[in-house]
C-alpha cells in the first residue's frame, strides 16, 4: 500500500467536505473507494473515474487502475459545469 496525498477541487471539495487528505492504496480504484466511505454530506458516494479529472504528480491520468507509489500526490477534479 502506498501512502498519497489527495486534494479535491470544485464540487467534490464541496460535496464531499474533503479539501485534502492522506490516504493508503494500492491502485486509484481503491483511493476513490477509500475517498467514497469517508466522504460526507449529501453526495456522499458521488467520487468516480468516469466523472472526474485526475491527475497524479501533475500529470493526466487515464487509467482507472493506475498503480500509486508512496509520496504520490492525486488531484481529483469536478466535471467543468456552468455557462
Excluded at 492504496?25 to 479529472?53: M, P, R, V
Excluded at 504528480?57 to 509520496?71: A, P
Amino acid at each position: 500500500m502506498a501512502k498519497v496525498t489527495v486534494k479535491l477541487f470544485g464540487v467534490y471539495r464541496v460535496d464531499t467536505h474533503i479539501a485534502n487528505t492522506q490516504l493508503e492504496a494500492e491502485k486509484l480504484s481503491d483511493l476513490l473507494e477509500a475517498l467514497n466511505k469517508i466522504a460526507t454530506g449529501e453526495h456522499k458516494s458521488s467520487l468516480s473515474f468516469t466523472d472526474a479529472t485526475v491527475f497524479i504528480n501533475g500529470e493526466h491520468c487515464k487509467k482507472k487502475r493506475q498503480k500509486l507509489s508512496d509520496g504520490d500526490e492525486v488531484w481529483l477534479l469536478s466535471p467543468a459545469s456552468g455557462g
